[in-house]
Protein backbone atom coordinates (compact mmCIF):
# COMPACT_ATOMS: atom_id res chain seq x y z
CA UNK A 1 0.00 0.00 0.00
CA UNK A 2 1.52 3.09 -1.03
CA UNK A 3 0.54 6.76 -1.15
CA UNK A 4 -2.57 8.41 -2.42
CA UNK A 5 -2.40 9.43 -5.38
CA UNK A 6 -4.38 12.56 -7.38
CA UNK A 7 -4.20 12.56 -11.14
CA UNK A 8 -4.47 15.97 -12.27
CA UNK A 9 -7.72 15.78 -15.05
CA UNK A 10 -8.41 17.90 -17.66
CA UNK A 11 -11.84 17.61 -19.41
CA UNK A 12 -12.42 18.91 -23.37
CA UNK A 13 -16.23 19.13 -23.82
CA UNK A 14 -16.09 19.23 -27.60
CA UNK A 15 -19.27 20.76 -29.32
CA UNK A 16 -20.25 22.92 -32.15
CA UNK A 17 -21.35 25.98 -30.87
CA UNK A 18 -24.35 24.84 -28.95
CA UNK A 19 -25.44 27.45 -26.02
CA UNK A 20 -23.92 25.98 -22.70
CA UNK A 21 -26.34 23.28 -21.53
CA UNK A 22 -27.06 22.10 -24.57
CA UNK A 23 -26.45 18.82 -26.57
CA UNK A 24 -22.35 17.98 -26.30
CA UNK A 25 -21.88 21.80 -24.59
CA UNK A 26 -22.29 20.10 -21.11
CA UNK A 27 -22.38 21.77 -18.41
CA UNK A 28 -19.86 22.50 -15.85
CA UNK A 29 -21.94 20.88 -13.33
CA UNK A 30 -21.65 17.33 -15.06
CA UNK A 31 -18.56 17.04 -16.05
CA UNK A 32 -18.08 17.36 -11.86
CA UNK A 33 -19.86 14.81 -11.39
CA UNK A 34 -17.93 12.71 -13.64
CA UNK A 35 -15.17 12.99 -11.43
CA UNK A 36 -16.79 12.60 -8.13
CA UNK A 37 -17.82 9.09 -9.93
CA UNK A 38 -14.48 8.59 -10.53
CA UNK A 39 -13.43 9.19 -6.88
CA UNK A 40 -16.02 7.32 -5.74
CA UNK A 41 -15.54 4.24 -7.62
CA UNK A 42 -11.44 4.25 -7.60
CA UNK A 43 -11.42 5.33 -3.99
CA UNK A 44 -14.31 2.72 -3.07
CA UNK A 45 -15.96 5.71 -0.98
CA UNK A 46 -19.29 4.60 1.06
CA UNK A 47 -21.25 7.39 -1.28
CA UNK A 48 -20.87 4.79 -4.10
CA UNK A 49 -24.49 3.81 -4.63
CA UNK A 50 -24.55 0.14 -3.80
CA UNK A 51 -21.40 0.56 -2.26
CA UNK A 52 -19.65 -2.73 -2.43
CA UNK A 53 -18.18 -4.50 0.84
CA UNK A 54 -16.82 -7.16 -0.60
CA UNK A 55 -13.43 -8.46 0.74
CA UNK A 56 -11.79 -8.37 -2.90
CA UNK A 57 -13.24 -5.07 -2.94
CA UNK A 58 -9.77 -2.58 -2.98
CA UNK A 59 -9.15 1.38 -2.30
CA UNK A 60 -7.42 1.81 -5.33
CA UNK A 61 -5.85 4.84 -3.42
CA UNK A 62 -6.22 6.61 -6.61
CA UNK A 63 -8.20 10.00 -7.04
CA UNK A 64 -9.07 12.91 -9.95
CA UNK A 65 -8.86 16.32 -9.65
CA UNK A 66 -9.76 18.87 -12.61
CA UNK A 67 -6.51 20.64 -13.01
CA UNK A 68 -6.15 24.00 -11.57
CA UNK A 69 -3.21 25.03 -13.78
CA UNK A 70 -3.34 25.09 -17.44
CA UNK A 71 -0.24 24.15 -19.86
CA UNK A 72 0.94 28.10 -19.82
CA UNK A 73 0.57 27.96 -16.35
CA UNK A 74 -2.76 30.61 -15.96
CA UNK A 75 -5.19 29.35 -13.66
CA UNK A 76 -8.62 27.05 -15.17
CA UNK A 77 -10.91 24.71 -13.49
CA UNK A 78 -9.77 21.93 -15.70
CA UNK A 79 -12.41 22.45 -18.28
CA UNK A 80 -11.69 23.35 -21.77
CA UNK A 81 -14.24 23.92 -24.12
CA UNK A 82 -13.99 23.48 -27.64
CA UNK A 83 -16.26 24.47 -30.42
CA UNK A 84 -14.69 22.24 -33.43
CA UNK A 85 -17.93 23.08 -35.59
CA UNK A 86 -18.52 19.60 -36.49
CA UNK A 87 -21.73 17.88 -34.80
CA UNK A 88 -20.08 14.86 -34.68
CA UNK A 89 -17.08 12.29 -34.64
CA UNK A 90 -16.05 9.01 -35.92
CA UNK A 91 -13.48 7.10 -33.76
CA UNK A 92 -10.65 7.84 -36.67
CA UNK A 93 -11.85 11.48 -36.95
CA UNK A 94 -11.05 11.77 -32.78
CA UNK A 95 -7.62 9.88 -33.32
CA UNK A 96 -6.24 11.83 -36.28
CA UNK A 97 -7.50 15.21 -35.40
CA UNK A 98 -9.82 15.94 -32.45
CA UNK A 99 -7.29 15.04 -29.68
CA UNK A 100 -3.85 16.26 -31.87
CA UNK A 101 -6.02 19.54 -31.82
CA UNK A 102 -6.93 19.67 -28.73
CA UNK A 103 -4.76 17.47 -25.67
CA UNK A 104 -2.88 19.01 -23.04
CA UNK A 105 0.92 17.74 -22.16
CA UNK A 106 -0.07 13.93 -21.40
CA UNK A 107 2.84 13.50 -18.75
CA UNK A 108 1.08 16.29 -16.91
CA UNK A 109 -2.79 15.59 -16.58
CA UNK A 110 -4.76 12.67 -17.81
CA UNK A 111 -6.74 13.87 -20.68
CA UNK A 112 -10.70 13.27 -20.85
CA UNK A 113 -13.04 13.98 -23.86
CA UNK A 114 -16.59 14.38 -24.00
CA UNK A 115 -17.87 14.11 -27.83
CA UNK A 116 -21.02 13.31 -29.85
CA UNK A 117 -20.39 10.03 -31.73
CA UNK A 118 -22.36 10.01 -35.42
CA UNK A 119 -25.80 8.93 -34.99
CA UNK A 120 -26.16 4.60 -35.22
CA UNK A 121 -22.74 4.67 -33.38
CA UNK A 122 -23.12 1.95 -30.27
CA UNK A 123 -19.28 3.02 -29.14
CA UNK A 124 -20.05 4.75 -25.32
CA UNK A 125 -16.03 5.50 -24.72
CA UNK A 126 -12.85 3.92 -25.52
CA UNK A 127 -9.43 4.26 -24.05
CA UNK A 128 -5.40 4.26 -24.55
CA UNK A 129 -3.83 1.31 -23.00
CA UNK A 130 -0.63 3.25 -20.90
CA UNK A 131 3.16 2.63 -21.93
CA UNK A 132 3.88 -0.07 -18.83
CA UNK A 133 4.95 -3.26 -19.24
CA UNK A 134 2.12 -5.66 -17.79
CA UNK A 135 0.91 -9.20 -18.17
CA UNK A 136 -1.47 -8.42 -21.28
CA UNK A 137 -0.68 -4.95 -23.10
CA UNK A 138 1.91 -6.03 -25.32
CA UNK A 139 1.73 -4.12 -27.30
CA UNK A 140 1.09 -1.59 -25.42
CA UNK A 141 -0.07 2.55 -25.32
CA UNK A 142 0.21 4.44 -28.62
CA UNK A 143 1.26 7.73 -29.72
CA UNK A 144 1.23 10.78 -27.12
CA UNK A 145 -0.64 12.91 -28.97
CA UNK A 146 -3.87 10.72 -28.67
CA UNK A 147 -3.52 9.71 -24.63
CA UNK A 148 -6.32 9.57 -22.85
CA UNK A 149 -10.01 8.84 -22.18
CA UNK A 150 -12.90 9.52 -24.60
CA UNK A 151 -16.92 9.01 -23.90
CA UNK A 152 -19.86 9.70 -25.36
CA UNK A 153 -21.33 13.31 -23.89
CA UNK A 154 -24.37 11.61 -22.95
CA UNK A 155 -22.71 9.28 -20.99
CA UNK A 156 -20.26 11.60 -19.57
CA UNK A 157 -21.62 12.43 -15.78
CA UNK A 158 -23.74 10.91 -13.55
CA UNK A 159 -27.80 11.40 -12.74
CA UNK A 160 -27.40 11.27 -9.02
CA UNK A 161 -26.01 14.42 -9.03
CA UNK A 162 -28.18 16.28 -11.07
CA UNK A 163 -30.50 18.52 -9.29
CA UNK A 164 -32.39 20.25 -11.46
CA UNK A 165 -32.69 17.45 -14.39
CA UNK A 166 -30.60 19.35 -16.91
CA UNK A 167 -27.99 16.43 -17.51
CA UNK A 168 -27.81 15.11 -21.48
CA UNK A 169 -27.44 11.31 -19.57
CA UNK A 170 -29.15 8.40 -21.13
CA UNK A 171 -30.54 5.16 -19.37
CA UNK A 172 -28.51 2.69 -18.78
CA UNK A 173 -25.06 4.50 -18.92
CA UNK A 174 -26.45 7.63 -16.71
CA UNK A 175 -24.25 7.16 -13.39
CA UNK A 176 -20.71 8.00 -15.14
CA UNK A 177 -19.46 4.24 -14.87
CA UNK A 178 -18.26 4.34 -18.87
CA UNK A 179 -15.45 6.86 -17.57
CA UNK A 180 -14.82 4.65 -14.64
CA UNK A 181 -14.11 1.60 -16.97
CA UNK A 182 -12.26 3.50 -19.83
CA UNK A 183 -9.79 4.97 -17.08
CA UNK A 184 -9.58 1.91 -15.86
CA UNK A 185 -8.02 0.82 -19.38
CA UNK A 186 -6.29 4.04 -19.54
CA UNK A 187 -4.56 3.03 -16.25
CA UNK A 188 -3.83 -0.97 -17.05
CA UNK A 189 -6.94 -3.04 -16.64
CA UNK A 190 -8.38 -5.66 -19.41
CA UNK A 191 -11.95 -6.63 -19.18
CA UNK A 192 -12.77 -9.39 -16.77
CA UNK A 193 -13.29 -12.02 -19.57
CA UNK A 194 -9.86 -11.37 -21.16
CA UNK A 195 -11.70 -10.50 -24.47
CA UNK A 196 -11.65 -13.60 -25.14
CA UNK A 197 -13.88 -17.05 -24.47
CA UNK A 198 -12.81 -17.96 -20.53
CA UNK A 199 -10.06 -15.48 -21.64
CA UNK A 200 -7.42 -13.89 -18.87
CA UNK A 201 -7.20 -10.47 -17.38
CA UNK A 202 -4.35 -11.57 -15.01
CA UNK A 203 -6.24 -10.55 -12.04
CA UNK A 204 -6.80 -13.88 -9.66
CA UNK A 205 -9.82 -12.00 -7.84
CA UNK A 206 -12.02 -11.96 -10.62
CA UNK A 207 -13.19 -15.16 -11.53
CA UNK A 208 -13.09 -15.90 -15.35
CA UNK A 209 -15.74 -14.95 -17.27
CA UNK A 210 -17.17 -16.58 -20.55
CA UNK A 211 -17.37 -13.13 -22.43
CA UNK A 212 -18.89 -10.19 -21.65
CA UNK A 213 -22.33 -9.45 -19.52
CA UNK A 214 -24.99 -6.75 -20.05
CA UNK A 215 -27.84 -5.73 -18.24
CA UNK A 216 -27.19 -6.95 -14.82
CA UNK A 217 -27.50 -10.86 -14.81
CA UNK A 218 -27.64 -13.05 -11.78
CA UNK A 219 -25.61 -15.87 -10.86
CA UNK A 220 -23.69 -16.40 -14.42
CA UNK A 221 -21.47 -19.48 -13.17
CA UNK A 222 -17.59 -18.60 -14.32
CA UNK A 223 -15.91 -20.53 -16.23
CA UNK A 224 -13.52 -22.58 -13.92
CA UNK A 225 -15.65 -23.32 -10.44
CA UNK A 226 -19.62 -23.73 -11.28
CA UNK A 227 -20.07 -22.51 -7.72
CA UNK A 228 -18.48 -19.21 -8.39
CA UNK A 229 -20.50 -16.40 -9.75
CA UNK A 230 -19.15 -14.11 -12.63
CA UNK A 231 -18.04 -10.69 -11.08
CA UNK A 232 -20.70 -8.54 -13.16
CA UNK A 233 -20.45 -5.91 -10.69
CA UNK A 234 -17.09 -5.49 -11.58
CA UNK A 235 -16.22 -1.91 -13.79
CA UNK A 236 -14.54 -3.86 -16.47
CA UNK A 237 -18.00 -5.94 -17.41
CA UNK A 238 -20.15 -3.99 -20.09
CA UNK A 239 -23.06 -4.28 -17.27
CA UNK A 240 -25.41 -1.18 -16.76
CA UNK A 241 -24.00 1.74 -14.79
CA UNK A 242 -26.06 1.02 -11.90
CA UNK A 243 -25.50 -2.69 -11.82
CA UNK A 244 -21.20 -1.59 -11.08
CA UNK A 245 -19.76 -1.19 -8.06
CA UNK A 246 -16.27 -3.32 -7.81
CA UNK A 247 -12.41 -2.55 -8.63
CA UNK A 248 -10.10 -6.04 -6.59
CA UNK A 249 -7.08 -5.99 -5.24
CA UNK A 250 -5.45 -7.72 -8.20
CA UNK A 251 -6.93 -4.53 -9.76
CA UNK A 252 -5.33 -2.38 -7.46
CA UNK A 253 -1.92 -3.93 -8.39
CA UNK A 254 -2.06 -3.36 -11.90
CA UNK A 255 -3.56 0.21 -11.30
CA UNK A 256 -0.42 1.14 -9.07
CA UNK A 257 2.12 -1.19 -11.09
CA UNK A 258 0.74 1.63 -13.85
CA UNK A 259 1.13 4.76 -12.02
CA UNK A 260 4.22 4.03 -9.46
CA UNK A 261 6.65 2.18 -12.29
CA UNK A 262 6.72 4.31 -15.13
CA UNK A 263 6.23 7.96 -16.23
CA UNK A 264 2.97 8.22 -18.85
CA UNK A 265 4.96 8.63 -21.82
CA UNK A 266 8.49 8.89 -22.96
CA UNK A 267 8.97 10.53 -26.00
CA UNK A 268 7.51 13.29 -25.63
N1 LIG B 1 -16.06 0.71 -24.19
C1 LIG B 1 -17.29 0.18 -23.70
C2 LIG B 1 -18.38 0.39 -24.75
O1 LIG B 1 -18.29 1.35 -25.51
C3 LIG B 1 -17.68 0.89 -22.43
C4 LIG B 1 -18.67 0.13 -21.63
C5 LIG B 1 -19.05 0.91 -20.40
N2 LIG B 1 -20.13 0.30 -19.68
C6 LIG B 1 -20.97 1.00 -18.92
N3 LIG B 1 -21.88 0.40 -18.19
N4 LIG B 1 -20.92 2.30 -18.87
O2 LIG B 1 -19.32 -0.39 -24.82
ZN1 LIG C 1 -13.60 -1.76 -22.20
Same mark, same amino acid.
Given at each position: NGNIITIPVVVHVIHSGQNLGVGPNILDEQVMSQIAVMNNDFRRLAATPGFNSNPVGADTQIQFALAKVDPNGNPTNGIDRVNLCQSAWSQAQIETFVKPETIWDPTQYMNMWSVNFPN &? +? +?? *?GYAQFPDTNL? &? *???IGGEYYTDGVVARYSTFGSRDYDTNGSFALEAP??? &?RTMTHEVGHFLGLIHIWG???? &???????TPTAHTANYNCPQNIVSCNNPSVYEMVENYMDYTDDACMNIFTIDQKSRLRTVMDNSPRRLEL
Amino acid at each position: NGNIITIPVVVHVIHSGQNLGVGPNILDEQVMSQIAVMNNDFRRLAATPGFNSNPVGADTQIQFALAKVDPNGNPTNGIDRVNLCQSAWSQAQIETFVKPETIWDPTQYMNMWSVNFPN &G +S +SI *LGYAQFPDTNLA &G *LDPIGGEYYTDGVVARYSTFGSRDYDTNGSFALEAPYDK &GRTMTHEVGHFLGLIHIWGDANC &GTDYCADTPTAHTANYNCPQNIVSCNNPSVYEMVENYMDYTDDACMNIFTIDQKSRLRTVMDNSPRRLEL
